[in-house]
Structures are given as C-alpha cells and as structure tokens.
C-alpha cells in the first residue's frame, strides 16, 4: 500500500514566505511606532531614549497583533473548525434543503442526499472510476486514507443557501471541493443540468480534486489541478475534446487565448474580481479561459491522445512537485524548455486537430437545449441577463444545436449586445467570422444534419423524475 504523501516542500516555502511579508510588515509598523512614541515614554518615565525605543516598539507590536492579527488568526481558525466539523456541516446541509435527507457510510467516505431520488450509487461509481482513472495514470494504486463528505442537494437553491451559511463561494458551477482540513464535495444535480453537464460527468471531476489531493498532499497549481481533473472526468464519448477544441480554436483565432503569465501563475485570488465582475463581457470571457484552456493543456500532456514520451514526462512532473524549486523549474527539469515553449506547442496541436466533425447532445442535454435554453433566447419578455446568461452557457459548452438562434440575433438585432452572440458562436463552431449574419448562416448549413435537429432521436422514451426529465435511449 502507497503510503500518503507529505505536504510539499514548495508548499511549505510558500508558506513560509507569506508568514515572512506579514511578519515584515508587523517589524517596520511596530518599530515605526517605537520610534514615534518613544519621546513620550522617555518625558513620563526618565527612562534611556535606547531603553524607551525598543519598550514602545515592544507595546506597538503587542498592540498590532491583538488589533489586526489576533481577530484574523482567530477567524481563520473558527472556519477551520467548521469546516472540519462533520457533525454542524451535516445539520447546515439539512437545514439548507429542508428535509433530514438520507446518509451513506462507507469507510472515510460519507455521502448525504436531499432529494427523493437515490444519487448514491452514481456518486461512488464515479468517485471509483476517477480513482482507477488517477491511479492507471501514476502507475499506483491510490488508497483512501482520508475522510470525504459529499452534500449532494437535488435543488440549486438549497447549494447556494449551504454556501452563503459557510461563507463559500456558490459562483455558477453547481457545487465545489473544498480542500483539507475539510475534504468536501457540494454538488447540485439540478445546477448541472442548467450548464449542460451531464451529473456523471461533473461527479467525476469534483471527485478529481480529491484523489489529487490525496495523492499528492496537497492541491497542485491552479492549471494543473483543472487540467488534471478534467482529464480524469472525460466522458470518452467521441464529442468532448472536438467541442473543448473548437473552443480553444475560437480563442487562438480570437486573441483570447491566456500567456504563459495568465494562465500559469493564476491563484483564486486572482479570480476574484473577474467573478465579481461577471457581468461585464470581457471580464467573463477572461474568466472562462483559464479551465479550458488549461483542461485542453491536460488533454494535451496528459490525455488519450499525448504522445508516450509526453504522457511520461508529464506524469514525472506532477510527481515531481513537492521539489522545492518553482514549477516551472520543475517542469525544465522535466521537458527541457519552459512554459512559453509548452504554449507554442500546444498551440500547434490545437490547430492540427481542428474543427472536428459536430456530434449531437447527449439526451439530457439535448432536452435542456430544446426546453430551457432556446426558449429564453428567443423570448424577448425574458430578464435581458438571463438571455445573456443562456447565450453563454451555449458558448462555453459547445453543443451546436440550437447556434441557429444566435444567428437569428445576430440578424434581427435585439437587446442582446452582438459581442456575446459572436463570441459564443466562435466558441461552437472555431471559427471566426465576426458579426455576419449570413456568414454564419454558411457555416450553419455545413454542420451536420444529426448535430443540429431539433428531433428526438428514434426509439428514445422520456423518463421523467421529481427532479427532472431526460430523454433515454
């Protein structure tokens, strides 16, 4: 059995240089403090100027911790504590969806549903496959020496209520992993099915995060961990990675694409104001071009389709991260040349294996398209960001049925500002052809008849839940 690897030594370094700014900062404010008072100290006391300057730096400092510092370190604590409380996070999640729910137990891993249907046994097949996945992908077999606690919620309302309760970001995913101490999945079947996720699918790349960090003892860089949890998740149905590659042809052939600075030493924080910002357009496609781009990065180092060499090398990489040097210095070690290299080759390889040929949506998602989607496009009375919103979520999931509603935008004009048309469009088809209507009508009628009908495939039945109705073959 592989023993749990420790936290790395570039973690720990990082770490340490943060703790060295902040006590820097708390050095130069309390002896600036000493400094200032040290005069009145001298006035009330008779004591040395020498012996009064270090006593009032010694009380500034005092004073600066218990103001500041001491509130921060006690906040920080308390949320640790929460988190890690499996006992409270379990009476907010029932709390949040209104109904005690139902809880399963296997060794480390507990899983707690809300809903009337039973997603138990799709969550741990999924969480299973990402670790065999992983594990073919190291050459190791990845124990689970760790507690996992999945809150799986059938409504998106009730993940945002348990969100806001423990101050988590809910953004527009549908559920996260927050990391350790805490080792939690937050997922919402119904806000997978409003961004064109199939639950599987997402199931298996929150469950990602986890196996990674426990493997590796920590989470990796920002691109890596969505590179390689995104590989990890690939559905393998033939239509994933040409709709993530189109998309990666539309931001190369666009200018959007990120730099090697963008894109490699991205932190959450970074991502913070453009959240914020989601409204504005460009801060949104900024925004959506860090996970693509870096799961197409994955594809690229890590996927079915890498050379061997590539895969090892890579693989080595990833191994290799708790080496105290900066990732791209490890990544030298490894490949020979840096990142910027990495991004020309990768930019090649994107325009090699071009469009790709347009396939349907799978049944759920087809259904989602046709009933929820296209509808509040077309539908002038709507929220006008809702329309944006449905406008986006087709650009950033790639599925071409239901393009021929932008077009129609595009052509009738309308509220919705034409730069989110085109750039959707762009991101379905790779190609860029601006804001003409009749362009983009060419392109339209050379897509394939089956990726663009509206029709239920033949010998489908729809199977319809409390939660939701999908067609099935």
Request: charged content about 25%.
């Amino acid at each position: 059995m592989a023993s749990p690897r420790p936290r790395s030594t570039l973690a720990r370094k990082q770490q340490a240089r943060a703790w060295g700014y902040i006590l820097s900062v708390l050095v130069i404010v309390s002896v600036s403090t000493g400094l200032y008072y040290a005069g009145r100290v001298v006035a009330r006391t008779g004591l040395s100027y020498w012996i009064a300057v270090p006593l009032a730096t010694l009380v500034g400092a005092f004073w600066w911790l218990t103001a500041f510092f001491l509130p921060i370190f006690l906040v920080t604590s308390a949320r640790r504590r929460v988190l890690s409380n499996e006992r409270y996070t379990l009476s907010l999640a029932k709390k949040s969806a209104g109904v005690e729910g139902r809880e399963f137990r296997n060794g480390p891993i507990t899983i707690w549903s809300s809903g009337p249907s039973d997603p138990v046994p799709m969550l741990r097949e999924q969480l299973e496959l990402v670790r065999a996945r992983l594990s073919s992908l190291l050459g190791r077999v990845i124990e689970t020496r760790a507690p996992l606690r999945i809150y799986c919620f059938d409504r998106r309302d009730s993940l945002e209520s348990y969100h806001r309760r423990l101050s988590l970001a809910t953004g527009n995913s549908g559920g996260g992993y927050i990391p350790a101490p805490a080792r939690m999945i937050t997922i919402s079947l119904e806000g997978i099915l409003s961004r064109l996720i199939e639950p599987e699918r997402w199931a298996r790349y929150l469950s990602g995060f986890y196996w990674l960090e426990l493997d590796e003892g920590f989470l990796p860089p920002f691109w890596l961990r969505e590179a390689v949890a995104h590989v990890l998740a690939a559905s393998g149905d033939g239509q994933e990675r040409p709709r993530l590659n189109r998309r990666m042809l539309g931001s190369l052939r666009s200018g959007r694409a990120l730099d090697a600075a963008d894109l490699f030493q991205v932190k959450e924080k970074t991502l913070v104001k453009p959240v914020r910002n989601w409204a504005d357009h460009d801060h949104f496609t900024k925004l959506c071009q860090w996970s693509p781009q870096s799961w197409s990065l994955g594809e690229f180092l890590f996927g079915s389709e890498s050379t061997e060499e590539r895969r090892a090398q890579s693989v080595a990489f990833l191994k290799d991260l708790k080496s105290s040097d900066r990732q791209e210095e490890v990544f030298e070690r490894h490949f020979g040349h840096g990142y910027d290299r990495l991004l020309e080759d990768w930019r090649k390889w994107v325009l090699e294996h071009g469009e790709g040929t347009h396939g349907p949506p799978p049944p759920c998602i087809r259904d989602t398209l046709i009933n929820e989607l296209i509808p509040i496009i077309q539908n002038s009375q709507a929220p006008v960001f809702e329309r944006i919103h449905a406008v986006r979520v087709m650009g950033m999931e790639g599925y071409t049925l239901g393009a021929d509603s932008l077009i129609g935008l595009l052509r009738t004009g309308g509220e919705i500002p034409r730069e989110e048309l085109v750039w959707s469009l762009e991101s379905i088809s790779g190609s860029t052809l601006g804001d003409d209507p009749e362009a983009w009508a060419k392109w339209w009628e050379s897509v394939p008849e089956q990726a663009r009908s509206r029709s239920r495939p033949s010998g489908s039945v729809t199977v319809n839940d409390s939660n939701t109705s999908r067609s099935v073959i």
